[in-house]
């Protein structure tokens, strides 16, 4: 998988006024679950050709929520592998 990760403002989490990740993920891969520093989940948009895109909402932006870490999931629902996003500084 291949991803970047942007964002407005910062670079601390609580000062960031927006914060994006995109990228494609390898054919194996039929989800990618973003997971907020609060532990909520959500399902990137996906598309056939396995690029994805997510944006933070911009009231747990403005709670000082931060992008955890995303985690790629298979076809059969089981967890491939765990992608941290280091943005706890």
């Known amino acids: 998988m291949m991803f970047i990760e ?3 403002g910062g670079p601390a989490p609580q000062q960031r006024t927006g914060e994006t990740v995109s990228g494609i993920a390898a054919p194996a891969v039929s989800a990618i679950i973003v997971v907020e520093s609060n532990g909520a989940r ?3 948009d996906f598309s056939s050709g396995n690029a994805f895109f997510f944006a933070m909402p911009r009231t747990d932006l403005e709670h000082g ?3 955890d870490h995303m985690d790629a999931i298979g076809a059969s629902g ?3 592998q765990t992608i941290p ?5």
């Open 85 to 89: 996003m280091d943005d706890a500084s």
């Open 65 to 67: 929520i931060y992008l």
């Open 78 to 80: 089981r967890l491939l």
């Open 6 to 8: 942007g964002f407005e």
């Open 42 to 44: 959500h399902e990137a």
